[in-house]
Protein backbone atom coordinates (compact mmCIF):
# COMPACT_ATOMS: atom_id res chain seq x y z
CA UNK A 1 0.00 0.00 0.00
CA UNK A 2 1.24 3.09 -0.70
CA UNK A 3 1.43 5.80 1.87
CA UNK A 4 0.68 9.73 1.61
CA UNK A 5 2.24 12.11 3.62
CA UNK A 6 1.63 15.65 3.70
CA UNK A 7 2.74 18.69 4.79
CA UNK A 8 2.03 20.96 6.47
CA UNK A 9 -0.81 19.80 8.38
CA UNK A 10 -1.50 23.58 9.14
CA UNK A 11 -1.25 26.66 6.89
CA UNK A 12 -1.98 29.92 8.16
CA UNK A 13 -2.45 32.64 5.63
CA UNK A 14 -4.28 35.80 4.35
CA UNK A 15 -5.74 36.12 1.37
CA UNK A 16 -3.66 37.08 -1.92
CA UNK A 17 -0.83 35.36 -0.50
CA UNK A 18 0.60 32.24 -1.65
CA UNK A 19 0.19 28.42 -0.50
CA UNK A 20 2.32 25.39 -1.25
CA UNK A 21 1.01 22.38 -0.15
CA UNK A 22 3.66 18.98 -0.10
CA UNK A 23 2.40 15.16 -0.69
CA UNK A 24 5.08 12.55 -0.67
CA UNK A 25 4.81 9.03 -1.55
CA UNK A 26 6.34 6.06 0.22
CA UNK A 27 7.06 4.69 -3.15
CA UNK A 28 6.54 5.54 -6.52
CA UNK A 29 3.16 6.97 -7.86
CA UNK A 30 3.23 5.12 -11.38
CA UNK A 31 2.54 7.15 -14.67
CA UNK A 32 1.84 10.38 -11.89
CA UNK A 33 -1.45 9.12 -11.15
CA UNK A 34 -1.98 11.54 -8.26
CA UNK A 35 -5.13 13.46 -7.32
CA UNK A 36 -5.63 16.61 -5.29
CA UNK A 37 -9.23 17.22 -3.52
CA UNK A 38 -10.37 20.57 -1.66
CA UNK A 39 -12.96 19.77 1.21
CA UNK A 40 -15.05 22.34 2.86
CA UNK A 41 -17.00 21.67 6.35
CA UNK A 42 -20.10 20.00 5.51
CA UNK A 43 -18.89 18.90 2.15
CA UNK A 44 -18.12 16.43 -0.01
CA UNK A 45 -14.65 16.44 -1.72
CA UNK A 46 -14.32 18.25 -5.17
CA UNK A 47 -11.58 16.94 -7.41
CA UNK A 48 -9.04 19.27 -8.26
CA UNK A 49 -5.91 17.99 -9.49
CA UNK A 50 -5.29 14.82 -11.60
CA UNK A 51 -2.79 12.97 -13.11
CA UNK A 52 -0.09 15.44 -11.21
CA UNK A 53 -0.70 18.77 -12.93
CA UNK A 54 -3.54 18.52 -14.98
CA UNK A 55 -7.21 20.85 -14.13
CA UNK A 56 -10.71 19.12 -13.53
CA UNK A 57 -13.01 21.01 -15.12
CA UNK A 58 -14.29 24.26 -13.82
CA UNK A 59 -10.95 24.36 -11.56
CA UNK A 60 -9.58 28.03 -11.54
CA UNK A 61 -6.40 28.69 -13.11
CA UNK A 62 -4.83 29.69 -9.35
CA UNK A 63 -4.62 26.45 -8.37
CA UNK A 64 -1.34 24.27 -9.83
CA UNK A 65 0.17 21.10 -9.27
CA UNK A 66 3.27 19.66 -10.05
CA UNK A 67 5.68 16.89 -9.35
CA UNK A 68 6.52 13.44 -10.38
CA UNK A 69 7.70 9.91 -8.77
CA UNK A 70 6.91 10.56 -4.83
CA UNK A 71 7.05 13.65 -4.42
CA UNK A 72 4.25 16.36 -5.21
CA UNK A 73 2.87 19.83 -4.59
CA UNK A 74 -0.13 21.64 -5.02
CA UNK A 75 0.22 25.70 -5.24
CA UNK A 76 -2.52 28.32 -4.97
CA UNK A 77 -0.95 31.60 -6.12
CA UNK A 78 -3.27 33.79 -4.83
CA UNK A 79 -5.62 32.18 -1.94
CA UNK A 80 -9.47 33.73 -2.69
CA UNK A 81 -11.53 33.97 0.56
CA UNK A 82 -13.24 30.18 -0.83
CA UNK A 83 -10.05 28.51 -0.74
CA UNK A 84 -9.64 28.34 3.04
CA UNK A 85 -10.40 24.39 3.46
CA UNK A 86 -8.92 21.00 3.71
CA UNK A 87 -6.88 19.48 0.55
CA UNK A 88 -6.26 16.31 0.37
CA UNK A 89 -3.54 14.10 -1.97
CA UNK A 90 -4.79 10.95 -2.73
CA UNK A 91 -3.10 8.03 -5.42
CA UNK A 92 -4.60 6.01 -8.07
CA UNK A 93 -1.97 4.10 -9.44
CA UNK A 94 -2.26 0.93 -7.31
CA UNK A 95 -4.97 -0.58 -5.29
CA UNK A 96 -6.12 -0.01 -2.77
CA UNK A 97 -6.65 3.72 -3.43
CA UNK A 98 -5.19 5.88 -0.70
CA UNK A 99 -5.40 9.18 0.55
CA UNK A 100 -2.85 11.76 2.52
CA UNK A 101 -3.95 12.90 5.99
CA UNK A 102 -5.05 16.54 4.98
CA UNK A 103 -3.21 20.11 4.64
CA UNK A 104 -6.06 22.63 6.28
CA UNK A 105 -5.64 26.07 4.89
CA UNK A 106 -6.74 28.52 7.49
CA UNK A 107 -7.15 32.42 7.35
CA UNK A 108 -4.25 34.10 9.43
CA UNK B 1 -25.70 16.42 -14.75
CA UNK B 2 -23.98 13.76 -12.52
CA UNK B 3 -25.73 13.19 -9.66
CA UNK B 4 -25.06 10.51 -6.91
CA UNK B 5 -27.66 10.07 -4.13
CA UNK B 6 -27.12 8.08 -0.56
CA UNK B 7 -28.70 6.97 1.79
CA UNK B 8 -29.41 4.17 4.68
CA UNK B 9 -26.88 5.95 7.10
CA UNK B 10 -28.45 5.68 10.41
CA UNK B 11 -27.67 5.08 14.11
CA UNK B 12 -26.80 1.27 14.61
CA UNK B 13 -25.99 -0.91 17.71
CA UNK B 14 -22.27 -2.80 17.51
CA UNK B 15 -22.39 -5.75 16.19
CA UNK B 16 -25.54 -4.74 14.05
CA UNK B 17 -26.18 -4.55 10.35
CA UNK B 18 -27.29 -1.82 7.92
CA UNK B 19 -27.01 -1.61 3.98
CA UNK B 20 -26.43 1.52 2.46
CA UNK B 21 -27.46 3.10 -1.06
CA UNK B 22 -26.46 5.28 -3.69
CA UNK B 23 -28.27 6.10 -6.96
CA UNK B 24 -26.78 7.63 -9.67
CA UNK B 25 -27.95 9.64 -12.32
CA UNK B 26 -26.54 11.64 -15.43
CA UNK B 27 -24.10 9.26 -16.66
CA UNK B 28 -24.29 6.15 -18.04
CA UNK B 29 -23.88 3.90 -14.73
CA UNK B 30 -23.24 0.62 -16.31
CA UNK B 31 -20.12 1.79 -17.82
CA UNK B 32 -18.19 2.61 -14.46
CA UNK B 33 -16.41 1.72 -11.32
CA UNK B 34 -18.31 2.33 -7.82
CA UNK B 35 -16.20 3.33 -5.31
CA UNK B 36 -17.41 3.75 -0.97
CA UNK B 37 -14.85 6.37 1.03
CA UNK B 38 -15.55 7.04 4.57
CA UNK B 39 -15.03 9.81 6.71
CA UNK B 40 -15.05 9.48 10.44
CA UNK B 41 -15.68 12.71 12.51
CA UNK B 42 -12.81 15.27 12.69
CA UNK B 43 -10.59 12.61 10.48
CA UNK B 44 -9.40 12.42 6.62
CA UNK B 45 -10.88 10.68 3.98
CA UNK B 46 -10.17 6.51 3.65
CA UNK B 47 -11.35 4.12 0.55
CA UNK B 48 -13.59 1.32 1.70
CA UNK B 49 -14.37 -0.69 -1.40
CA UNK B 50 -15.06 -0.71 -4.77
CA UNK B 51 -16.54 -2.93 -7.74
CA UNK B 52 -16.68 -2.89 -11.48
CA UNK B 53 -18.94 -2.07 -13.99
CA UNK B 54 -20.26 -5.19 -14.27
CA UNK B 55 -20.77 -5.72 -11.05
CA UNK B 56 -17.23 -8.17 -10.15
CA UNK B 57 -13.68 -8.00 -8.61
CA UNK B 58 -15.16 -6.62 -5.42
CA UNK B 59 -12.21 -4.96 -2.96
CA UNK B 60 -11.96 -4.11 0.50
CA UNK B 61 -9.99 -2.16 2.60
CA UNK B 62 -8.19 -4.19 5.15
CA UNK B 63 -10.42 -2.69 8.08
CA UNK B 64 -13.77 -4.18 6.21
CA UNK B 65 -12.70 -7.12 4.30
CA UNK B 66 -15.25 -9.91 5.80
CA UNK B 67 -17.77 -7.41 7.46
CA UNK B 68 -18.42 -5.55 4.26
CA UNK B 69 -20.32 -6.24 0.97
CA UNK B 70 -20.25 -4.24 -2.37
CA UNK B 71 -23.17 -5.08 -5.27
CA UNK B 72 -24.66 -3.20 -7.79
CA UNK B 73 -27.88 -3.07 -9.85
CA UNK B 74 -27.63 -1.53 -13.14
CA UNK B 75 -30.74 -1.64 -13.98
CA UNK B 76 -31.34 0.59 -11.47
CA UNK B 77 -28.20 2.46 -11.50
CA UNK B 78 -27.59 2.00 -7.69
CA UNK B 79 -24.51 0.89 -5.31
CA UNK B 80 -24.75 -0.73 -1.95
CA UNK B 81 -22.68 -1.19 0.76
CA UNK B 82 -23.38 -3.88 2.75
CA UNK B 83 -22.67 -3.20 6.50
CA UNK B 84 -22.67 -6.27 8.77
CA UNK B 85 -20.49 -6.70 12.44
CA UNK B 86 -20.53 -2.94 12.75
CA UNK B 87 -18.17 -1.42 15.34
CA UNK B 88 -17.43 2.11 16.78
CA UNK B 89 -14.64 2.72 14.34
CA UNK B 90 -16.88 2.32 11.40
CA UNK B 91 -18.68 5.42 12.59
CA UNK B 92 -17.81 7.61 9.69
CA UNK B 93 -19.91 9.48 6.77
CA UNK B 94 -19.96 7.39 3.88
CA UNK B 95 -19.55 8.88 0.26
CA UNK B 96 -20.08 7.37 -3.02
CA UNK B 97 -17.80 8.17 -5.78
CA UNK B 98 -16.91 7.19 -9.49
CA UNK B 99 -14.15 7.61 -11.72
CA UNK B 100 -15.49 9.34 -15.07
CA UNK B 101 -12.88 10.85 -16.12
CA UNK B 102 -10.12 9.99 -14.52
CA UNK B 103 -9.97 9.37 -10.70
CA UNK B 104 -12.95 10.07 -8.71
CA UNK B 105 -14.27 13.05 -10.44
CA UNK B 106 -17.52 13.15 -8.75
CA UNK B 107 -18.90 12.19 -5.28
CA UNK B 108 -22.35 11.98 -3.18
CA UNK B 109 -23.08 14.21 -0.49
CA UNK B 110 -22.50 11.57 2.25
CA UNK B 111 -24.84 9.65 4.42
CA UNK B 112 -23.89 9.31 8.21
CA UNK B 113 -23.50 6.14 10.05
CA UNK B 114 -23.11 6.05 13.84
CA UNK B 115 -22.29 3.08 15.90
CA UNK B 116 -23.26 2.94 19.22
CA UNK B 117 -25.01 1.43 22.34
Known amino acids: EIVLTQSPGTLSLSPGERATLSCRASQSVTANYLAWYQQKPGQAPRLLIYRASSRATGIPDRFSGSGSGTDFTLTITRLEPEDFAVYYC?????????FGGGTKVEIK | EVQLVESGGTLVQPGGSLRLSCAAS????????MHWVRQAPGKGLVWVSSINSYGGSPSYADSVRGRFSISRDNAKNTVYLQMDSVRAEDTAVYYC??????????WGQGTLVTVSS
Open chain 2, 26 to 33: GFTFSSYW
Open chain 1, 90 to 98: QQYSSSPLT
Open chain 2, 97 to 106: AVPIGTTLDF
